[in-house]
């Protein structure tokens, strides 16, 4: 019942009694029309609504920013509806594109009304899908409101960027042929080594350089074989580390950066696992392949940043969760009480590989700083920090992230590590 | 086609009560009646409507001031015919401006308009019946009978949807 209702009955009863005082019959007259309306409102007033509603949403997995196509249906299995007013409720993050995603209408009963539009969202998974469905009676003095909940399991996972292959080194590999040299000998393209001749080697094979300056012995080079191997990927997702601005979060760059490295090792034939370490532990047990591609994207499509004050240091990081000696990719901003965690690992003998988004470039770029002291002494205080986590064989990759994850890569990864570096000179 | 039919009602009722005034010698009161249908129609035109109900009541009030004029009760029920069905209609488009689109939205107002003409014609009839049929009622009689016709009135209605609502069922 509206207020316009309540208005209208005391504008009758008001007639009504000023008819009666002023003893003309003529002003009680008046009120009939208005009563007879009245009368029809009350009539044809919801009551009873039975609504069936479905959502279809296609496609239900998709790269943020892809336009997506929804289509709702509102079935009315009650009695004739005079007014209906169905209206969408976007989760946060939805945006409409083309379409109509609202609609006042009549509905007889059995009848349907279809909204059919396009939209947009940003990364996150959607559980959950709100329509307000407000039946009304033709004059507009009662209305039901009523809200129904679709679920569309709708995934956005981050658009990323491809990677050229990232070459990793880790101390193990796995049996399967792959890309990564597995400092083994056999089959491959990289020499790796001499030894003795055996019956049944390839003629190819056999040095001819050594037994030209041997007596009557034969030597076959070998070659390096190549294998995949685990790949285990950390994302920081501490409150703490994340950098946001209205224009974005450092954080979304961190779990683009991670879906890139995840779909780059994965093609190459490794497996990979995934951890989300911040408000919680989310994890994604090593797999193979496309399906564990859409698991590690799923699981990407979710994650938010949180605060957990258990998960305040890396310290508590589940090392076991990766097998013994595979390789560890770190994507986080990074503060100065985690280089010790990460020396640790590398101790543990993980090779460890640091993507890390600048979070002072970032946070200088959103206040237009880069030339106070303040800016000056936390670029010190960062490169300090990344050369210390160099020094102990970490390949660390200090991605600013106003340019593209590719090329910070590739320009990082040409290098060797530090240590190495300086053990070759004789440091 | 129903907006049409929104200004048609406006000029109408305001012609009516601005007219039938003036001719009663209540010219301020017929000035006055112009001027609230001038706005009202303008408010319409430009898809304002921020107080329909204050233009409604000010056209009833003008309607009691034309009953005391004597003026034909026929008229003055048409009057406020149009007059109701000019504020149910400016209430409807309000209702409607927000959402929908073009195609389902004139559906909407054919059915409206329709159910609208049939609710203000049966009004119409029911309160001429009483002008050709004159009985002379004690008030307490009157009051009884009132009160009956209202009963009678729910009943009819609940008994309708019910009916309404078995067939819904049933199929």
């Excluded at chain 2, 107002?109 to 609710?119: A, G, S």
Aim: hydrophobic letters at 45%; a positive charge; aromatic letters at 12%.
């Amino acid at each position: 019942m509206k207020k316009s209702f309540v208005v209208f009955t005391g504008l009758i009863i008001g007639l009504a009694i000023f008819g009666l005082a002023a003893f003309h019959s003529n002003v009680l007259l008046l009120s009939i029309p208005l009563i007879v309306y009245l009368f029809s409102a009350i009539y044809y007033r919801p009551e009873d609504l039975k609504f069936t509603v479905s959502r279809e949403v296609n496609p239900e997995h998709a790269p943020q920013g892809t336009p997506i196509q929804v289509k709702l249906t509102v079935a009315n299995r009650g009695p004739a509806i005079d007014e209906l007013v169905i209206k969408e409720i976007f989760p946060k993050g939805i945006q409409k594109m083309v379409g109509k995603s609202a609609i006042v209408t009549w509905l007889a009963p059995q009848a349907s009304v279809e909204l059919e539009y396009s939209i947009k969202a940003v990364r996150g998974q959607y559980d959950t899908y709100d329509v307000t469905v407000n039946s009304g009676d033709f004059c507009g003095f009662f209305s039901l409101p009523a809200i129904y909940r679709t679920n569309p399991h709708l995934v956005i996972h981050p658009r990323y960027p491809k990677l050229d292959r990232i070459k990793v080194r880790p101390p193990q590999t796995r049996g399967f042929a792959g890309p990564i040299a597995a400092r083994q000998g056999g089959i491959g393209i990289d020499f790796y080594g001499v030894r003795e001749y055996h019956s049944g080697d390839p003629q190819r094979q056999i040095n001819w350089k050594i037994i030209a300056r041997r007596d009557q012995e034969l030597f076959t080079n070998i070659f390096e074989q190549e294998r995949v191997a685990d790949v285990g990927l950390i994302l920081d997702a501490r409150q703490r580390m994340d950098v946001s601005s209205p224009y974005g979060s450092l954080f979304e760059h961190s779990v683009r950066a991670t879906a890139a490295l995840a779909e780059n090792f994965l093609s190459d034939g490794n497996r990979v696992s995934l951890l989300v370490y911040g408000g919680g532990l989310e994890s994604v047990f090593p797999g193979y392949g496309r399906i564990q591609k859409d698991r590690i994207l799923k699981a990407l499509a979710k994650t938010n940043p949180g605060m957990n004050y258990a998960l305040d240091s890396l310290a508590y990081l589940p090392t076991r969760f990766f097998p013994a000696s595979s390789q560890i990719v770190i994507i986080s901003p990074l503060s100065p009480d985690d280089i010790s965690v990460i020396i640790q690992m590398r101790a543990h003998g993980y090779a460890v590989m640091l993507i890390s988004p600048d979070p002072i470039s970032y946070a200088s770029a959103i206040q237009n700083d880069f030339t106070s002291q303040a800016y000056r002494l936390a670029y010190a205080e960062r490169d300090f920090m990344l050369q210390q986590v160099r020094r102990s064989g970490v390949q660390v990759v200090n991605w600013r992230v106003d340019q593209p994850l590719e090329i910070a890569v590739r320009e990082a990864l040409s290098r060797q590590p530090v240590v190495m570096y300086q053990k070759g000179i004789g440091i | 086609m129903a907006r049409k039919f929104l200004f048609a009602t406006i000029v109408v009722t305001t012609l009516l009560f601005s007219i039938s005034l003036w001719v009663f010698g209540e010219y301020w009161i017929a000035f006055a009646a112009l001027l609230i249908g001038f706005s009202w129609l303008i408010l319409e035109y430009y898809k304002k409507s921020p107080f329909p109900s204050l233009l409604f009541f000010s056209f009833i009030g003008m309607a009691i001031l034309a009953d005391f004029h004597h003026l034909s009760l026929p008229i003055i029920l048409f009057g406020l015919s149009t007059d109701l069905a000019a504020w149910d209609l400016s209430r409807f488009f309000a209702r409607i401006r927000e959402t929908g689109d073009e195609d389902a939205k004139s559906d909407l107002c054919k059915r409206h308009l329709h159910k609208l003409l049939l609710t203000l014609f049966i009004g119409y009839m029911l309160a001429l019946l009483p002008v050709f049929f004159r009985l002379s009622l004690k008030f307490i009689v009157l009051f009884i009978l009132a009160l009956l016709a209202m009963i009678t009135l729910r009943s009819s209605i609940l008994s309708l949807r019910s009916q309404g609502k078995n067939t819904i069922n049933g199929s």
